[in-house]
């Protein structure tokens, strides 16, 4: 059975940093993509991060760039979303997907991903 949980979340000052994880099982992260998505309450839900499968490329929301870093461990078939600078805008939460495929490149379209965790709460303090 696939299964993403996410962990990391919590509340952070303005300016502060945290490291998400996304632990998959039942699947190879070779085979699959994983994508970061976001969703503040009233907002429709945002991608801002995916790794491809195969190569392991990764690709961010323009918003995202310079602040967001994917990265993922094999051995531990865990994938990584850290989050520097942190921002009061940035108060959501935050899930990851997997979807079978994208070798080179990944979507960050979330009907594109047919597998979901259940998400993990950031919220930023101004």
């Known amino acids: 059975q696939l299964q993403l949980v996410e962990s990391g979340g919590g509340l952070v000052q303005n300016g502060g940093s945290l490291r998400l994880s996304c632990a998959a099982s039942g699947f190879t992260l070779d085979d699959y993509a994983i994508g970061w998505f976001r969703q503040a309450p009233g907002k429709e839900r945002e991608g801002v991060s995916c790794?491809?499968?195969?190569?392991?490329?990764?690709y961010y929301a323009n918003s995202v760039k310079g602040r967001f870093t994917i990265s993922r461990d094999n051995a531990k078939n865990t994938v990584y979303l850290q989050i520097d600078g942190l921002k009061p805008e940035d108060t959501a939460v935050y899930s990851c997907?997997?979807?079978?495929?994208?070798?080179?490149?990944?979507?960050?379209?979330?009907?594109?991903?047919?597998?979901w965790g259940q998400g993990t709460q950031v919220t930023v303090s101004s």
């Open positions: 790794i491809s499968s195969s190569e392991g490329n990764p």
């Open positions: 997907a997997a979807d079978w495929g994208y070798s080179r490149s990944c979507p960050l379209a979330a009907a594109l991903y047919n597998y």
